[in-house]
């Protein structure tokens, strides 16, 4: 039997169609239309779920069957980039400069033409960014310049991080490995980065399939965490602590 899309409804409340009706082809479409109201985006990843579409296209829901996640003890730096990020002077914060990094992730990469972060897309984060539940990681320059990040969406002792930038090379390695520093500091083992691209598997990304994903989300996504802004807790650290010796590398 050929499965066909789920048509949401227009109530934000109304649940997802189960993940395992999503399309094996293109992989992972499960649903279009409803909207990208704080509670619908919530339910969504939640449950497994993401939207991805381009401007002019309708709001597209995926759950694809391969799913990208790190381990919090798994973000792998190369030593060459250790070493460069340790010796650069930079600085990492959270929830400083939110719209920013948003802004900074939305902005065309070479060779690429549009984004899938639309302005809706960036609207919507500014709520769930202003209810506590979505956060940036910053990555400043040894002048204080904004020089790149990620964010995402937290909920439990859940991270999904939807898109990272750089604007000085290295600047996103080093978010993405204090991001991982700090929610293993926490308690938090997961970072879901939805699906795999080359840089996330030079960083060490794993490939789950979709039933070990949502056993991990379904334990982790109501436990304790932190609904709310996290410049407080996360802190501010220099490169050099997130990115110290390893104990078999040499220091240099």
Do not use: K
Request: charged share 15%.
């Amino acid at each position: 039997m050929s499965r066909r899309i789920v048509e949401l409804s227009p109530d934000p409340d109304a649940p997802f169609p189960p993940v395992d009706w999503a399309l094996r082809d293109p992989d992972g479409l499960l649903a279009v239309g409803g909207d990208l109201s704080p509670t619908r985006f919530l339910n969504a990843y939640r449950n497994g779920i993401f939207p991805w579409f381009s401007e002019g296209e309708p709001i597209l829901w995926w759950s694809p069957s391969q799913r990208a996640v790190f381990r919090t003890d798994g973000v792998h730096l190369a030593h060459r980039l250790r070493r460069r990020l340790r010796n650069s002077g930079w600085m990492v914060r959270a929830d400083t400069a939110f719209a920013e990094v948003v802004a900074g992730c939305a902005a065309p990469r070479p060779g690429q033409h549009g984004t899938w972060i639309t302005a809706g897309m960036q609207a919507a984060y500014q709520q769930l960014h202003a209810l506590g539940h979505a956060h940036s990681i910053e990555v400043l320059d040894a002048d204080g310049q904004l020089i790149g990040g990620l964010f995402g969406l937290s909920f439990g002792r859940m991270f999904c991080a939807d898109s990272m930038y750089s604007a000085v090379s290295g600047a996103s390695s080093l978010a993405l490995a204090a991001l991982a520093w700090r929610l293993r500091d926490w308690g938090w083992p997961l970072i879901d980065a939805q699906v795999p691209n080359a840089h996330t598997q030079r960083l060490g990304v794993d490939i789950w399939p979709r039933p070990r994903y949502l056993a991990a989300l379904t334990e982790l996504r109501d436990a304790p965490g932190l609904s709310q802004p996290w410049s407080d807790a996360f802190g501010h650290w220099s490169a050099a602590q997130v990115c110290p010796p390893l104990p078999h590398a040499p220091a240099a």
